[in-house]
């Protein structure tokens, strides 16, 4: 059940980048990441550019991603490839502009702090033993 935030500096996206945006993530956490697509949120969201400076100097382009994860769900070799596949993503999408300070953090959630429809991840965990 991954939630993956992409936030946009600097360019105002048109609808088909967004969308891309948002199902490229979603193939990346399905395909690389192993997680269900069903249950694969990803919002993506623009801001001014003017708050985010990298070793002081302003950008023209930014962008920023944290995909949020169940804790050891995910070998480092399955992380590695999201961040080496999201970061073509942003750059096919935004340009060559990008700033190569560009982030892309894999968050490891304990189970027991985080969950959807109600229910925590380490509910569904102990509860699949249980079948």
Do not use: C
């Not at 192993?34 to 249950?39: F, G």
């Not at 995909?67 to 070799?77: F, I, Q, R, S, W």
């Not at 080496?84 to 304990?110: C, F, N, P, Q, W």
Request: charged content about 25%; overall charge negative.
């Amino acid at each position: 059940m991954p939630f993956v935030h992409i936030t946009i500096a600097g360019t105002n996206l048109k609808p088909e980048a967004r969308n891309r945006l948002q199902q490229e993530a979603t193939t990346l956490m399905h395909t690389i990441m192993r997680k269900r697509r069903e249950v694969t949120a990803v919002l993506v969201e623009e801001v001014d550019i003017s708050g985010l400076t990298v070793g002081g100097e302003p950008l023209s382009v930014a962008a920023h991603v944290e995909a949020n994860v169940t804790l050891g769900t995910n070998t480092a070799e399955e992380k590695e490839g999201f961040i080496h596949a999201m970061d073509a993503v942003l750059k096919d999408t935004l340009g060559r502009e990008l700033s190569a300070a560009t982030y892309i953090i894999v968050r490891e959630v304990v189970a027991d702090a985080w969950g959807f429809d109600g229910v925590t991840q380490e509910y569904r965990r102990i509860k699949a033993l249980a079948a």
